[in-house]
Nanobody, 121 residues
Framework: QVQLVESGGGLVQAGGSLSVSCQAL????????MGWYRQAPGKQRELVGV???????NYRDSVKGRFTLTRDNAKNMVYLEMTRPKPEDTAVYYC???????????????WGQGTQVTVSS
């Protein structure tokens, strides 16, 4: 069984900074990629950014230069640092992982429970 446990989030003023983190727990053989999606009210879930096992990153255009993903492979953790957030970044942020567990010897998608990030203007 694999779980993604998120922490952080909350309320931040526009132009400030906020971090969220996520740890993958359970019987993990390998993590291929980890990252974050977000979903604002009335909108579809969208990719924020993803970091591969080799630490290469990919971000959506609207957060490039403002958000930074880092990964700690030893702890099975991924961090999202949000600088200069904007009100339009307000959403529920979901941790995401493509993970090979020791139970199912093939990659599967896993999701965290979501954490609210609210950016006030």
């Amino acid at each position: 069984q694999v779980q993604l446990v998120e922490s952080g989030g909350g309320l931040v003023q526009a132009g400030g900074s906020l971090s969220v983190s996520c740890q993958a727990l359970g019987s993990i053989s390998r993590i291929n990629a980890m990252g974050w999606y977000r979903q604002a009210p009335g909108k579809q879930r969208e990719l924020v950014g993803v970091v591969s096992s080799g630490s290469s990153t990919n971000y959506r255009d609207s957060v490039k230069g403002r958000f930074t993903l880092t990964r700690d492979n030893a702890k099975n953790m991924v961090y999202l640092e949000m600088t200069r957030p904007k009100p339009e970044d307000t959403a529920v942020y979901y941790c995401y992982g493509i993970i090979v567990s020791s139970t199912f010897n093939m990659p599967r998608n896993y999701w965290g429970q979501g954490t609210q990030v609210t950016v006030s203007s």
